[in-house]
């Protein structure tokens, strides 16, 4: 297998500046690495499906090799899939579950399309426990500007990168693989019997709703009174099929915006109305640590020291804003908060705190100049 790969590491770029001279790259792509794959990994052909592309037309500067379940596609346009990517620059790969971009693109087109695809990639991966991947990673870079690159980098779902240079035996592939279709497993029996469109809503909307309720409960709450002291992991719910959540707590919540002194936490000069209900400047609350990773933690997220104070604007750039802001104001708000998180018995690193907002290396850079 790495012979068939390093053949494309060498060659593929040759093909790309002119495909008429090797067309040979063409078969190994297309043929060669899927019927070894086939013979390494022993999966059911009438279950999984693997194919490898160099474009449609003309070459693609990011060629493919895919794995569909075909119980959920055959196609790299809909769907969810595992596929190994190759960088534009050949100078690696990445062992990655994605999702079909085409379709996002069309069912999203003039909503910004690409956010959505990392909304979904991040709410998968922060509603499912996935099989933990030896080396996995949240963010590839295929060093390409072509859209369907773009695309499939949004898209990524968790990845396992592969150096040119130290790219693994038969075994190891295998094992990778293996364990890449467990979690796509995983995400079939989220999707049950709905179809696709309804979970993408799901994933995509569901989340919107539940705050929106969650901030009219924290207004008319009572607020709490938390012991500073580490606190006992809060109790999950169902949030959808064969998925469970954890509950948030309104009452603290409402503790968090009254120490907060209703003022939003990003820049207190943020007003916005005097709520009928508080009396008070309109703000809403936000996990710093976000919930869904309550799994990796001994004690309860939902406690003041992690709950921020943001204004409507602040709340929605830090969930959607661009990478850049989100890891300052992040940046900002840990250093405000690390020391009272650990009287919580909250102890995380900062940089972990970035991988669970899925923010890149490069974001978190350049967020120091900003």
């Given at each position: ?165 130290a790219f693994p035996s038969n075994e190891e592939l ?197």
């Open positions: 297998m790495r012979k068939l790969f390093l053949d494309v590491f060498d060659n593929y770029t040759e093909f790309y500046n002119n495909p008429a001279e090797n067309i040979n790259i063409k078969k190994t792509i297309k043929y060669d690495i899927p019927y070894e794959m086939n013979t390494i990994l022993q999966l059911d052909p009438k279950k999984y499906l693997i194919t490898g592309s160099y474009g449609v037309g003309n070459p693609t500067e990011t060629p493919w090799i895919a794995i569909f379940d075909r119980s959920i596609t055959v196609s790299a346009q809909h769907g969810f899939y595992v596929v190994i990517l190759f960088r534009k620059d050949m100078q690696g790969c990445y062992l990655s579950l994605n999702q079909g971009t085409t379709y996002l693109r069309n069912k999203f087109k003039g909503y910004k399309p690409v956010q959505k695809m990392k909304e979904v990639a991040t709410k998968l991966e922060n509603s499912l426990s996935f099989h933990t991947v030896n080396g996995l990673i949240s963010e590839i870079n295929l060093a390409s500007i072509q859209q369907n690159a773009r695309a499939y980098e949004a898209a990524n779902i968790q990845a396992k990168f592969y150096a040119r240079n295998a094992v990778d693989v293996q364990d890449m279709l467990e979690n796509l497993d995983k995400i079939k029996n989220f999707i049950g019997i709905r179809t696709l469109d309804q979970v993408i809503d799901d994933l995509i909307y569901q989340e919107e709703i539940n705050d929106v309720k969650f901030q009219e409960d924290v207004l008319i709450s009572l607020p709490a009174k938390t012991i500073q002291a580490p606190n006992p992991v809060p109790n999950k719910t169902m949030s959808s099929p064969n998925t469970e959540k954890y509950l948030r707590d309104s009452k603290i919540a409402k503790e968090a915006l009254i120490l907060a002194e209703y003022k939003c936490e990003a820049d207190p000069t943020h007003l916005t109305f005097v709520s009928p209900l508080t009396g008070e400047n309109f703000v809403e609350a936000h996990h710093l640590i976000p919930i869904s990773f309550q799994n990796d933690f001994k004690y309860s997220l939902d406690v003041p020291g992690n709950i921020i104070s943001l204004c409507p604007n602040c709340h929605r750039e830090i969930h959607h804003g661009v990478n850049e802001n989100k890891a300052k104001m992040i940046r900002t708000f840990y250093e405000k908060r690390k020391e009272i998180l650990r009287v919580f018995g909250i102890n995380e690193e900062l940089n972990n705190i970035f991988k669970m907002y899925r923010l890149s290396f490069f974001s978190i850079k350049n967020s120091d100049f900003l």
